[in-house]
């Protein structure tokens, strides 16, 4: 089925359905958001759905967190699984959500729990909303766990991830300073508040830097290296 309106059977019709429904306006933006503390093991995201014309229909926020490149087994050994379903933030039947016949914006916030054995970079957030009586999907989000919930952080704020070289002084009076001077290679440091917000960044190469941020307060430093490592600190920092 596209959109729960075209019987895609047979699949020599899927692209004249397809082309027939992204002919169709769409009405609805949806912004995805993580909340303070979001982190890979636990949170909050924010689904925050604007509606640019009165709908003046009940719908349904459907979440749902997906996990790529799983193995398959039995009949499917040797073959992988992508954007299987690993959690349905909104349970199985979603959150109603009722839009009236002005342009308006619903928020809802949903918890995530990320399992232990599930491949961190390889989960996304999947959001579609639906009209509950013609099953027309009025749009849909998608996003990478790791890039929406950006500081990288393991567990709750202040766990620290082991990474050979890379240290920080916590806590900084002043300026936090970091060190990569046993890193080979280049790499990218960005400073996070707690609420996931992008305050600096700057590019180093084998050496120590310093971010001066406007308040005080704890910050999440998220080192990236050219080969792709990525690791993150905490700093308490006093101005």
């Known amino acids: 089925m596209v959109a729960g309106l075209y019987d895609c059977w047979p699949i020599s019709g899927l692209n004249g359905y397809y082309n027939t429904r992204m002919g169709v306006p769409c009405y609805l933006d949806i912004t995805v958001?993580?909340?303070?503390?979001?982190?890979?093991?636990?949170?909050?995201?924010?689904?925050?759905?604007?509606?640019?014309i009165g709908l003046s229909t009940n719908a349904t926020l459907h979440a749902i967190i997906n996990e790529t490149g799983i193995p398959g087994t039995g009949t499917y050994a040797g073959k992988e699984f992508d954007y299987s379903l690993r959690w349905n933030m909104a349970?199985?039947?979603?959150?109603?959500?009722?839009?009236?016949?002005?342009?308006?914006t619903i928020d809802v916030n949903l918890e995530y729990t990320i399992d232990s054995s599930w491949d961190w970079d390889e989960l996304y957030l999947t959001t579609f909303v639906q009209n509950n009586a013609t099953k027309e999907v009025l749009n849909s989000h998608m996003v990478k766990m790791s890039d929406l919930v950006s500081t990288g952080i393991s567990g709750e704020y202040g766990a620290e991830i082991s990474t050979p070289g890379f240290s920080v002084v916590s806590p900084s009076s002043g300026a936090i300073t970091f060190n990569s001077t046993s890193i080979s290679g280049?790499?990218?440091?960005?400073?996070?508040?707690?609420?996931?917000?992008?305050v600096d960044t700057m590019n180093v190469q084998n050496g120590v830097g310093v971010f001066s941020p406007e308040n005080s307060g704890v910050y999440v430093l998220r080192l990236q290296t050219s080969d792709g490592f990525v690791s993150s600190k905490t700093a308490?920092?006093?101005?």
């Open 236 to 239: 308490v920092f006093i101005r």
């Open 33 to 52: 958001t993580p909340q303070a503390g979001a982190s890979q093991t636990y949170g909050t995201i924010n689904f925050s759905m604007l509606a640019e």
């Open 186 to 198: 280049s790499a990218e440091i960005s400073l996070f508040s707690l609420d996931g917000r992008l």
């Open 91 to 104: 349970g199985a039947n979603g959150t109603a959500v009722s839009f009236g016949s002005s342009s308006e």
